[in-house]
């Protein structure tokens, strides 16, 4: 099941354990650097120091704000974050249409689809059109798979 994860292959590793693969953790605090080019980061700290997963995903995180159940939509990025040297394995998510403050939340991350390595970018304008390529790529996927009537697999 590593293997398919590490190779992006998140509907073989879906087969494997019976379920989508997901990771599941704390908003924490991260260096607020997402927020000051337009796209926010919910931070989920990830107590395995290892992982298979490295790139961006197309993601849905759920979990509760007190008694209300919710699933967002996202696109995440889940590395080591090289166009900021960072020097540990991190999950960031940026949610579409969401603003609030969700630190100390417990939630679920669920992968729906690799989009891309990790990379890094010479400078925050840069990063920040890749992004914003990368959460149209994310959107565009979610629209075709509500669209499909398939709502199990949005």
């Known amino acids: 099941m590593r ?4 190779g992006g292959e998140l509907n073989r ?6 379920r989508s693969y997901c990771i599941s953790g704390r908003v924490v605090h991260g260096d607020q650097r997402g927020r000051t080019i337009g796209f926010p980061t ?6 395995r120091r290892v992982t298979p997963l490295r790139g961006v995903y197309a993601v849905e995180m759920f979990g509760l704000f007190g008694d209300v159940e ?23 998510v940026h949610l579409f249409d969401f ?4 630190y ?10 690799r989009l891309r390595d990790e990379k890094r ?15 149209a790529q994310a959107r565009a996927l979610f629209d075709t798979l509500s669209g499909s009537g398939d709502d199990e697999a949005a």
Request: glycine share 8%; with cysteine.
């Open 13 to 18: 590793a879906a087969q494997l354990l019976g």
């Open 3 to 6: 293997e398919a994860l590490a």
């Open 42 to 47: 919910a931070n989920i700290h990830l107590h």
């Open 121 to 135: 970018f010479d400078s925050f304008p840069e990063l920040k059109a890749q992004i914003e390529r990368d959460a």
């Open 70 to 92: 919710f699933r967002l939509k996202g696109v995440a990025n889940i590395g080591h974050r090289p166009t900021v040297n960072g020097t540990r394995c991190q999950l960031e």
């Open 104 to 113: 100390g939340e417990y939630v679920q991350v669920e992968f729906i689809k």
């Open 99 to 102: 603003d609030r403050e969700i």
